[in-house]
């Protein structure tokens, strides 16, 4: 019986080897390139280098050979499969969000807390503070820390003290004990809130990440208000100290998960890897991955690396206004920790609502808006793509912004709606439109400036993210200490408008304030915030001197 063959599977075959081929005969035209530039004698150690997915990259005066990734390297994170890439990409961005839940679920028990331990409503808030604080520090360290050893070990050590941390607060004898663990808890946990931008940067080229940033940004801004509504029912029915013995199962659970599925990410420590291999397998003391001897350097660690992060911040421009706004809009989202029990809640001229899981889900809002906006996503990736497309292929990287330009309105317009429906005469359903709405220019802005330091900070983005959210966090972390007093003397109605207009004057910092809030709202001209200035200039904001350095 004669079988004649699939042509289907003819041409898969066929288109396999064909790809096969072409792979192939790229890494042999880039290596005999090098070997024209770079003489290596021995034949077979060059053999073996290709067979490596080695490229040398430059050789030193004393015969060391500094060897580089090879195109289709199977170990380079960017050659590995899409669904593989973006699964570590969701993976990475869950840790995130799961993080700031436990920043802001904390807030459900203050009132609990402050009763048990018998302290005023400023003390029980120190919890919110003090975990906010430890989250501006440790990014400072973590970052440049996961730079120099590779993600994983730092995932996995501050993940686990995150996850121990938990079981002081589920059974603390005093308020001494909450507030001195909440700031232990916040510093060991804040790794993923930089680290991930870090990830999609090992993953993804600077004009293909757009969407894995836009994941990254979805955890970022849907966290804190996802706490609350995650909160608000635990802590109602079995009390603050379960609330901590559901998140340490939790974050328990997702150690192992990391152990298991989060791999090594960062190019530079998966290549001292190989070539600690190519240095037993050939016997050569000489081979290196590129940098890898610059660790070796007396000091490095402490004046260059944990050093990165306060050099971004204070030298570049794009580092500290990032920070600025990212400061101004995460501070109004922990106000809103105080204002929605105000709006929803009984006893403050509200709608009167005594459930407090009820209450919480109204901060759902947000979490709307914010998955609203990662739809229109694609939107904004196809105005980057035309945009680059016009400047002959080469990335622009002020084209992030694009979207921004539109969710700048929603940020003062969601405040206004909420801030003047916010009476129980009026539906309720009116103020949560308006968060909804400021929901969807925050994911917006947040996304935008997340894309813009993840690209224009490569392969230090991740020290460069832990320099914007320090300022951010120390922001949010002032913010809620004085939110009660200022609610208990301006009506909800009136305080928002302020920030709303806030939300415009950091555009314009030198406009006049109108001179009542009703006004305000007339006078305000929705505009970007000032890292948007850079459109006007296109591509000066990469000619930073210590950004150009990165590329």
Request: hydrophobic letters at 45%; aromatic letters at 14%.
């Amino acid at each position: 019986m004669t079988h004649t063959a699939d042509p289907t599977t003819t041409s898969q075959t066929n288109s396999s080897n064909t790809h096969l081929d072409a792979h192939q005969l790229a890494v042999e035209k880039e290596q005999r390139k090098v070997e024209e530039e770079i003489r290596i004698d021995d034949i077979g150690l060059g053999t073996m280098l290709r067979d490596s997915y080695a490229i040398v990259a430059r050789k030193g005066e004393d015969g060391s050979l500094y060897i580089r990734s090879a195109p289709g390297d199977p170990s380079s994170p960017r050659d590995w499969p899409k669904w593989k890439r973006y699964g570590i990409v969701l993976l990475a961005s869950f840790l995130n969000n799961l993080v700031t839940i436990g920043v802001s679920s904390y807030s459900t028990g203050t009132t609990e807390i402050a009763s048990e331990f018998n302290v005023s409503a400023e003390v029980a808030i120190l919890g919110l503070t003090l975990f906010i604080l430890g989250f501006a520090l440790g990014p400072l360290f973590l970052a440049p820390l996961s730079e120099f050893f590779g993600r994983r070990p730092v995932y996995l050590i501050s993940w686990f003290l995150f996850t121990v941390f938990q079981i002081p607060l589920a059974v603390p004898p005093n308020i001494a004990t909450i507030l001195v663990f909440r700031f232990l808890q916040g510093f060991t946990g804040a790794a993923p809130l930089c680290n991930t931008g870090g990830v999609v940067h090992d993953l993804f080229s600077r004009d293909g990440g757009g969407i894995a940033v836009g994941i990254y940004g979805l955890s970022s801004t849907s966290g804190p208000p996802l706490g609350n509504a995650f909160g608000g029912y635990i802590v109602q029915t079995l009390g603050f100290r379960y609330l901590y013995w559901i998140q340490l199962a939790i974050f328990g659970g997702f150690w192992f998960i990391i152990y298991f599925c989060l791999p090594e990410t960062r190019d530079t420590i998966i290549m001292m890897k190989k070539a600690k291999a190519l240095r037993e397998i050939t016997g050569n003391p000489k081979i290196y991955a590129l940098h890898e001897q610059d660790r070796e350097e007396p000091g490095r660690l402490w004046k260059v690396s944990l050093a990165r992060p306060i050099v971004f911040l204070v030298k570049e421009p794009i580092t500290y206004l990032s920070a600025a706004i990212n400061g101004l809009t995460f501070g109004i989202i922990f106000l809103a920790n105080q204002a929605f029990p105000l709006i929803f809640g009984a006893g403050n001229g509200g709608h009167n609502w005594t459930h407090v899981g009820a209450i919480n889900l109204t901060y759902l809002s947000f979490v709307v808006g914010a998955l609203i906006g990662f739809g229109l996503q694609p939107i904004q990736e196809r105005f980057y793509a035309n945009a680059t497309a016009r400047n002959g292929g080469k990335s622009v990287p002020e084209a992030r912004f694009y979207s921004s330009l539109f969710g700048i309105w929603l940020l003062p317009i969601g405040l206004f709606l909420a801030a003047w429906t916010s009476f129980p005469s009026i539906n309720f359903m009116a103020p949560i439109v308006g968060f909804t709405l400021f929901g969807i220019g925050f994911y917006m802005i947040i996304t935008a400036i997340l894309n813009y330091i993840v690209d224009g900070y490569g392969h230090y983005s991740a020290s460069a993210l832990g320099a914007v959210v320090f300022i951010r966090n120390l922001v949010a972390c002032v913010f809620p200490l004085f939110s009660d007093q200022m609610f208990a003397k301006v009506r909800a109605f009136l305080f928002w408008p302020l920030f709303a207009s806030s939300a415009d004057q950091t555009a314009h910092p030198a406009r006049k304030p109108m001179g009542n809030n009703f006004g305000r709202f007339f006078g305000l001209s929705p505009s970007p915030h000032p890292l948007l200035s850079i459109l006007q200039r296109p591509n000066d904001s990469f000619q930073q001197p210590l950004l150009q350095r990165t590329l």
